[in-house]
């Protein structure tokens, strides 16, 4: 069956960069994209931006432009999610999650990670 | 960017009765691609409808979604208790792909 794990809780300072992973499993890996969400205390979700299937073709949220970038490593079947310049402003869950449709672009979400919780506070 | 608005804010309802959940748009979501998830603290949100009115695998007949363009609904028929919940409605026929600021569904 289709699952995604999420890597643990991190802590960061402010300005650092924090890398988080989406390890998939049970579906053929390079066939769907993944989209990073995130949620902040008290906020709605916020979607972050993609990586498509195939040639791991990148979009971002314009807010995110510059600060994020989402890669792959296929041989793991994982997806990374790394932002920088933190500030107390992104401490929030942070989730992976698999589009329904095989080398779909626009298409809702049928599968997420747990979630990685992450911190950032000097 | 597509501004999603769901109301009421929070519901306060008994197990077996009716919920009804709105989210508007703030213009047209393309082919109705929207979709309506269920989250609760600490778990990953779980896939109820898509394309405004088509269940998910798995998702029992009492969840139905429904409305077009600009206005959409979720309605759960008879309340059960792991029903009461947050509800996010969220459009993908649009980059950024946009979420409403939820509904949450009480226990009354």
């Known amino acids: 069956q289709v699952h995604l794990l999420q890597s643990g809780a991190e802590v960061k300072k402010p300005g650092a960069s924090v890398k988080l992973s989406c390890k998939a499993s049970?579906?053929?890996?390079?066939?769907?994209?993944i989209h990073w969400v995130r949620q902040a205390p008290g906020q709605r979700l916020e979607w972050m931006g993609w990586?498509?299937?195939?040639?791991?073709?990148?979009k971002y949220s314009q807010k995110f432009q510059g600060r994020v970038t989402i890669t792959r490593d296929t041989s793991a079947s994982t997806v990374y999610m790394e932002l920088s310049s933190l500030t107390s402003e992104d401490t929030a869950i942070y989730y992976c999650?698999?589009?329904?449709?095989?080398?779909?672009?626009?298409?809702?979400?049928?599968?997420w990670g747990q979630g990685t919780l992450v911190t950032v506070a000097s | 960017e597509i501004v999603l608005t769901q109301s009421p804010g929070t519901l306060s309802l008994s197990p077996g009765e009716r919920a009804t959940l709105s989210c508007r748009a703030s213009q047209s979501v393309s082919r109705n691609f929207l979709a309506w998830y269920h989250h609760k603290p600490g778990q990953a949100p779980r896939l109820l409808i898509y394309d405004a009115s088509n269940r998910a695998t798995g998702i029992p007949d009492r969840f139905s979604g429904s409305g077009s363009g600009t206005d959409f609904t979720l309605t759960i028929s008879r309340l059960e208790p792991e029903d009461f919940a947050v509800y996010y409605c969220?459009?993908?026929?649009?980059?950024?792909?946009?979420f409403g600021q939820g509904t949450r569904l009480e226990i009354k």
């Open positions: 990586l498509g299937a195939g040639d791991a073709y990148t």
């Open positions: 049970g579906y053929k890996f390079t066939s769907y994209s």
């Open positions: 969220q459009q993908y026929g649009n980059s950024p792909f946009t």
């Open positions: 999650a698999r589009v329904a449709s095989a080398y779909g672009d626009l298409s809702h979400f049928d599968y």
